[in-house]
């Protein structure tokens, strides 16, 4: 049995944006369920607006979301040789003719049938030429059928049919020789074998022109399932004004690529009550028959609560790596302190997003931080200052500097001087990290070490005696 291939062809002309990303997690998902191979073709035949740095951005965009390729990436404009080929065939076969209208001619006829009720499709003018004129420019058309039908079942909104006297003789190649978007990719599926084929549903009337022209070449038609389009809040289609729509802006905030996968299949495709899903399970349970007709809405919301599932229960060693080009960003060395997969053990619980993170990580490397003006004049008060010096003394006798052993010299400091632990954990929280809103405290000290903590302490106690800081 033949294993199905499918693909992801994106045009190099911007960055990878929410729903192509999409489409190629879809296509990969597939792939990977199915045992078969997924390939990456870069569509950049519209040489004007290609450019190698939107190529780049696509790439790392796949990289980032783990969406590997089995062969690729096959780049369109080293195809056109065999593009000719194929449009020297149809001609040959009299199923394309050179159509010698001029841009004002067909753009007249397409005001007169406007005006005339009728669609404004090519009037066939030079459809039945039989002598060609070598001297003047031309396009080449495909001579489609004018009557029947042409139907196919979509994967996923069932049951398609265009009539053909709607379609008109669409150009194959342009008059400077370059061929045209519905002709190669036709060429380029067939020639790769391409089995099934899940793209946008903006594509659903381009795919009759493409079987017809399947048919006239005589080759195989593949499957299609045409995806529907990812919406905003608003139900207008995704775009700037709502937010950020490429993909690497997501990790520029912070997002980790296992959210957005997961947010991402869940955009259209849904399994029981289920929301988080790991890779191994999505490969598992995706299905394109189970993708809904209906377009999804991008909710930044339910994509901020996913990443703070994945902080929360990812590996500090790897989220570690994650955060430092965050804290480098705020001009902190990530070697300058405490271990930074302690650190993320600390934060990871509150943290949405890797910037939240980092920002959160900033009190462990600088000594020189401030203490929020309104927790140093409710908790670093003459009073406290008692009750920190005191701390201090007893986390320096401390042999053992782990959370437990911490936490039992705070209980024991709140039962010897009769408070309750917030009296004394609040101030120490202020004390030692500017705030109140900060990791759980005993963390934060065995976290912080002994040496920068009792140092810290000193600091604290100065400030709430209204003593000078050294």
């Not at 899903?277 to 609560?305: H, M, Q, T, Y």
């Not at 000193?458 to 003593?467: E, F, G, M, P, Q």
């Amino acid at each position: 049995m033949n294993k199905i291939r499918l693909r992801f062809a994106p045009s190099p002309t911007g960055y990878l944006h929410i729903g192509g990303a999409r489409t190629a997690l879809f296509n990969w998902l597939l792939a990977k369920k199915l045992k078969g191979v997924f390939i990456l073709r870069i569509e950049d035949t519209d040489v004007a607006r290609s450019t190698q740095e939107s190529v780049d951005a696509i790439l790392q965009g796949m990289e980032w979301l783990g969406l590997d390729w089995d062969e690729g990436p096959f780049y369109q404009s080293d195809n056109f040789p065999l593009y000719k080929e194929y449009v020297q065939k149809l001609l040959d076969e009299g199923k394309a003719y050179r159509c010698y209208c001029t841009a004002e001619e067909l753009e007249a006829k397409r005001e007169r049938a406007m005006k005339e009720g009728r669609k404004p499709k090519y009037d066939g003018t030079c459809r039945n030429l039989t002598v060609a004129d070598a001297g003047r420019p031309s396009v080449v058309r495909f001579r489609a059928p004018e009557e029947g039908v042409t139907a196919f079942n979509d994967l996923i909104k069932g049951p398609i049919s265009f009539n053909n006297e709607e379609l008109d003789d669409l150009i194959i190649e342009r008059s400077d020789g370059t061929p045209t978007y519905n002709f190669v990719v036709v060429i380029d599926d067939a020639s790769m074998g391409i089995s099934m084929v899940i793209r946008g549903d903006d594509h659903i009337n381009n795919t009759p022109r493409q079987i017809l022209l399947y048919e006239a070449l005589g080759k195989a038609v593949p499957q299609f399932a045409h995806v529907p389009m990812i919406l905003g809040s608003d139900k207008t289609r995704l775009s700037k004004r709502h937010g950020a729509t490429s993909v690497m802006a997501y990790r520029d905030m912070g997002f980790l690529p296992e959210a957005m996968v997961n947010y991402l299949v869940r955009l259209g495709w849904s399994f029981g009550d289920e929301e988080i899903f790991s890779r191994e399970d999505l490969i598992e349970k995706f299905s394109i028959e189970a993708v809904g007709k209906s377009a999804g809405v991008f909710n930044p919301d339910k994509l901020l609560w996913l990443n703070a599932h994945y902080i929360k229960n990812g590996d500090p060693e790897r989220l570690a790596g994650l955060l430092v080009p965050f804290l480098n960003e705020r001009g902190v060395d990530p070697d300058a302190g405490p271990s930074l997969p302690a650190v993320v053990k600390t934060l990871q619980e509150r943290a949405r997003t890797m910037i939240e993170m980092a920002d959160g990580a900033l009190f462990y490397f600088r000594e020189d931080y401030e203490f929020d003006e309104a927790a140093a004049e409710k908790f670093l008060t003459p009073e406290s200052s008692i009750l920190l010096a005191e701390l201090k003394i007893r986390l320096s006798a401390l042999e053992s500097f782990d959370a437990e052993t911490i936490g039992a010299a705070f209980k024991q400091l709140c039962t010897d001087m009769g408070v309750k632990l917030p009296q004394v954990a609040q101030p120490a929280r202020v004390a030692l990290t500017g705030k109140t809103a900060a990791p759980g405290i005993f963390e934060v000290v065995e976290t912080l070490g002994k040496k920068v903590t009792l140092t810290r302490l000193d600091r604290a106690v100065a400030v709430a005696k209204n003593l000078p800081v050294h």
